[in-house]
T-cell receptor, first 113, second 113 residues
Framework: GEDVEQSLFLSVREGDSSVINCTYT??????LYWYKQEPGAGLQLLTYIFSNMDMKQDQRLTVLLNKKDKHLSLRIADTQTGDSAIYFCAEIPIPSNTGKLIFGQGTTLQVKP | DGGITQSPKYLFRKEGQNVTLSCEQN?????MYWYRQDPGQGLRLIYY???????QKGDIAEGYSVSREKKESFPLTVTSAQKNPTAFYLC????????????FGQGTRLTVV
């Protein structure tokens, strides 16, 4: 079945690294996404990875994928107060006839000065 | 600038009323989606449309209706049959079924008074 799980809350100090974790259960090939949602706003796509990749890096963001454990993580280096937001993990199993995103519950990241 | 626009940002509905949420995109995307977000939960798919004059039910379509008469517009009506409509509603559009280029609007917060 389709299910995406995330922890609900993470608190870090400014300048530290943040690691947000996600697990997914679909066994087929899949695209995996990280979205950021600031208060009262829509979702911003941060990055995505296909399930045949192990890692993707984009400036301060590093995505790691453990296919065996179906575990996805998002590492934010040098976390800033502007990174405070809700981070959603999402997947689209392939093939997809709908383009429907399956979302986790979201992880609230709190960055303390 | 290209983008996806939702209006209004805040909407109040009396018991028994129907209300319509607007979603417009000028990205020339074929696919459009409506999601509902409740606190502490991920987004759930209400309806989606992959082409003009065609739309499909998502996971929680009961109490909602949509239309897709134009490529750029995908309005959502929350009917009186929706028993718990208070939520944050997000519209998204995409140029393909894998959503690698999915864009979200800024959302409409609907409150029943």
């Amino acid at each position: 079945g389709e299910d995406v799980e995330q922890s609900l809350f993470l608190s870090v100090r400014e300048g530290d690294s943040s690691v947000i974790n996600c697990t997914y259960t679909d066994s087929s090939s899949t695209y995996l996404y990280w979205y950021k949602q600031e208060p009262g706003a829509g979702l911003q796509l941060l990055t995505y990875i296909f399930s045949n990749m192990d890692m993707k890096q984009d400036q301060r963001l590093t995505v790691l994928l453990n296919k065996k454990d179906k575990h996805l993580s998002l590492r934010i280096a040098d976390t800033q107060t502007g990174d405070s937001a809700i981070y959603f993990c999402a997947e689209i199993p392939i093939p997809s006839n709908t383009g429907k995103l399956i979302f986790g519950q979201g992880t609230t990241l709190q960055v303390k000065p | 600038d290209g983008g996806i626009t939702q209006s209004p940002k805040y909407l109040f509905r009396k018991e028994g009323q129907n209300v319509t949420l607007s979603c417009e995109q000028n990205l020339n995307h074929d696919a459009m989606y409506w999601y509902r977000q409740d606190p502490g939960q991920g987004l759930r798919l209400i309806y989606y449309s992959q082409i003009v004059n065609d739309f499909q039910k998502g996971d929680i379509a009961e109490g909602y209706s949509v239309s897709r008469e134009k490529k750029e517009s995908f309005p959502l009506t929350v009917t009186s049959a929706q028993k718990n409509p208070t939520a944050f509603y997000l519209c998204a559009s995409s140029n393909d079924r894998v959503n690698t280029e999915a864009f979200f609007g800024q959302g409409t917060r609907l409150t029943v008074v």
